[in-house]
């Protein structure tokens, strides 16, 4: 979706066909009422974690320096913690980053409630948006991950990077493989 912002001069570039005989745009511009807070030029990555731990956190922490990473540009990383992320964060987003722990063999409350307020109202508007995942767990990420990918594939959103799973204490490798995800998941929003 290109966005288009109003100027002095009329609206941006032409990326939106004009009604005839107005100079106001045929169509929704951004996402939706208001514009959704999205800039032109600019693509939004929205990333929703719950990081009720130490480990949890670390890897959030590499997944957003990943995302702002020198070299990235025309991306605006926004973070929500999952019981504070809404439908509107998620219609103003261009993609979408997603982290949780592994709770008793499923993702976390958090991102399930997240999930539970978001799906319908978001269902039509965000199909084929990409996304990527992390999920930390004592020692199985495999209910959480299935659980993951049973949601994501219901709203139709395609995922885009490699998953990262880390189970126990996370190594070196486990944060380097964050950072990856959050710079392959901001690059591929670069315009």
């Known amino acids: 979706m290109v966005c288009i912002t109003y100027h002095s001069r009329g609206w941006g570039p032409g990326h939106v066909p004009l009604a005839s005989g107005g100079g106001r745009p ?7 009422p208001g514009g959704g807070g999205r800039v032109f030029g600019v693509s939004t990555l ?13 890897l959030f922490e590499a997944v957003v320096s990943g995302a702002t990473a020198d070299g990235i540009e025309g991306v605006r990383v926004v973070r ?6 809404t ?3 998620v219609l103003a987003a261009d993609g979408y980053l997603l982290g949780t722990p592994a709770n008793l063999g499923y993702m976390s409350g958090a991102l399930k409630h997240f999930f539970d307020q ?18 930390h767990g004592g020692n199985d990420t495999t209910g959480a ?9 219901g709203l139709g959103w395609r995922r885009t990077a ?6 126990g204490e996370p190594g070196k490798a486990d944060v380097e493989a964050c950072w990856e995800l959050g710079a ?8």
């Open 26 to 32: 045929a169509g929704r511009a951004c996402g939706g």
């Open 46 to 58: 929205l990333i929703v974690h719950h990081t009720p731990s130490p480990h949890c956190q670390a």
């Open 80 to 85: 929500r913690a999952a019981l504070a992320a």
């Open 87 to 89: 439908a509107s964060d």
């Open 118 to 135: 978001v799906y319908y109202p978001c269902l039509d508007e965000t199909r084929g948006r990409p996304f990527g995942y992390w999920v």
């Open 145 to 153: 991950v299935r659980a993951l990918e049973s949601v994501t594939t």
């Open 162 to 167: 490699d998953a990262v799973t880390v189970t």
């Open 184 to 191: 392959t998941a901001a690059a591929g929003l670069m315009a």
